[in-house]
């Protein structure tokens, strides 16, 4: 089945590092994404992993994927108080011809100064 | 500039009363969806189009429609709103299956 779980809140100090965990349930994933919401705005693409790969590096976002576990996770490494939104993660299935992504439910951060 | 415009972006309309959401893109995309938002479900696809006047249903078809007549265009109709409708819609755009999706930057639809 296509299933994406991410916890609802997390909540850091700024100059912390925040990470934001999701798990999923399809192993034909292909790519994998991070989007951030922030309020009364669309949804602004954060970065993305294939499959195949282990980890990622962007600046200050680091993404780990372990394949094994089916576990996604988003570091945020010195972060600010602009930081604060909601951040989705979304899987693309390789068997979909839909075009279809499967969002989690979304962990909204906050940034405490 | 690379964009999915949506519109409008917020509206208040009354049970009943039909009304179409309008989506825009000018990447020359083939897929593009529909989407909405609801707190702690995440988006959940409505429906979906793999190209011209190929649509077909996504997760949470009913109550919708939709159409496509143009490659860049894919409008979000609810005949007769209810106010299990209320939510934030969120049209996206991609090139294939499998590559990034693009945005728009939501509606927010109240039916009261």
């Known amino acids: 089945g296509e299933d994406v779980e991410q916890s609802l809140f997390l909540s850091v100090r700024e100059g912390d590092s925040s990470v934001i965990n999701c798990t999923y349930t399809?192993?034909?994933?292909?790519?994998l994404y991070w989007y951030k919401q922030e309020p009364g705005a669309g949804l602004q693409l954060l970065t993305y992993?294939?499959?195949?790969?282990d980890m990622k590096q962007d600046q200050r976002l680091t993404v780990l994927l372990n394949k094994k576990d089916k576990h996604l996770s988003l570091r945020i490494a010195d972060t600010q108080t602009g930081d604060s939104a909601i951040y989705f993660c979304a899987e693309s299935i390789r068997s979909s011809n839909t075009g279809k992504l499967i969002f989690g439910q979304g962990t909204t951060l906050q940034v405490k100064p | 500039e690379a964009q999915v415009t949506q519109n409008p972006r917020y509206l208040i309309t009354v049970t009943g009363k039909k009304l179409t959401v309008t989506c825009s893109q000018n990447m020359n995309h083939e897929y593009m969806s529909w989407y909405r938002q609801d707190p702690g479900l995440g988006l959940r696809q409505i429906y979906y189009?793999?190209?011209?006047?190929?649509?077909d249903k996504g997760d949470v078809p009913e109550g919708y429609k939709v159409s496509r007549k143009e490659k860049r265009n894919f409008p979000l109709i609810l005949e007769s709103p209810s106010p299990n409708q209320t939510s934030l819609y969120f049209c996206?755009?991609?090139?294939?299956?499998?590559?990034?999706?693009?945005f728009g930057q939501g509606t927010r639809l109240t039916v009261v």
């Open positions: 189009s793999m190209n011209v006047e190929v649509t």
């Open positions: 399809d192993s034909s994933s292909t790519y």
């Open positions: 992993i294939f499959s195949n790969m």
């Open positions: 996206a755009s991609r090139t294939g299956s499998n590559t990034e999706a693009f």
